[in-house]
T-cell receptor, first 116, second 111 residues
């Protein structure tokens, strides 16, 4: 069974540019999460999809971040325009049941974003 | 504010030398406490969920325990392949979505 896949694995962009990160969850997983780790900090929650609906987007830092999950399959996270403080590793995770039930999330390897 | 604090930040052990990692938490209405393992360049990998004080879970050389204020991850006779960052996380009653992670303990096992 394929795990959670993320693309690209690493992206280097200039401040002010746009980047789109993609996540393909494990097949059949309705719950999809985005988390990120910025330099030296803990992994922090960004948002949670149940199928194509946003269940909780309380962790999204500002309106430069836009997440979508059209059709309830893969998800994209767009940063526009990117700022220096957006640099970090963006993790996607998926689960069959919501994380509050078992805590068992399946994480991808992450997309490292470097904003220069 | 919900918070997770892990100690120590880093721990170096000799192969076979048992030890414990600590996770203290402050959360309103604990739904669950989770332990994950993360290898360099990889995403976190789920290990355990603990729901209530007194609960224990075991997996190979790892044993997780939970009290009302903290959790311990006990490592018995570790091997070099146990080297990784161990992350503690909690889910508060106020959110069915958000998991709050600690900063992790980097464990290194020398052969």
């Amino acid at each position: 069974e394929a795990g959670v896949t993320q693309f690209p694995s690493h992206s280097v962009i200039e401040k002010g540019q746009t980047v789109t990160l993609r996540c393909d969850p494990i097949s059949g997983h309705d719950n999809l999460y985005w988390y990120r780790r910025v330099m030296g900090k803990e992994i922090k929650f960004l948002l949670h999809f149940v199928k194509e609906s946003k269940q909780d987007e309380s962790g999204m830092p500002n309106n430069r971040f836009l997440a979508e999950r059209t059709g309830g399959t893969y998800s994209t996270l767009k940063v526009q325009p990117a700022e220096l403080e957006d640099s970090g590793v963006y993790f996607c995770a998926s689960s069959q049941v919501a994380s509050g039930t078992t805590g068992e999330l399946f994480f991808g390897e992450g997309s490292r974003l470097t904003v220069l | 504010e919900d918070q997770v604090t892990q100690s120590p930040e880093a721990l170096r052990l000799q192969e076979g030398e048992s030890s414990s990692l600590n996770c203290s938490y402050t959360v309103s209405g604990l739904r669950g406490l989770f332990w994950y393992r993360q290898d360099p360049g990889k995403g976190p990998e789920f290990l355990f969920t603990l729901y209530s004080a007194g609960e224990e879970k075991e997996k190979e050389r790892l044993k997780a325990t939970l009290t009302k204020k903290e959790s311990f991850l006990h490592i018995t006779a570790p091997k070099p392949e146990d080297s990784a960052t161990y992350l503690c996380a909690v889910q508060a009653g106020s959110s069915a979505s958000k998991i709050i992670f600690g900063s992790g303990t980097r464990l290194s096992i020398r052969p």
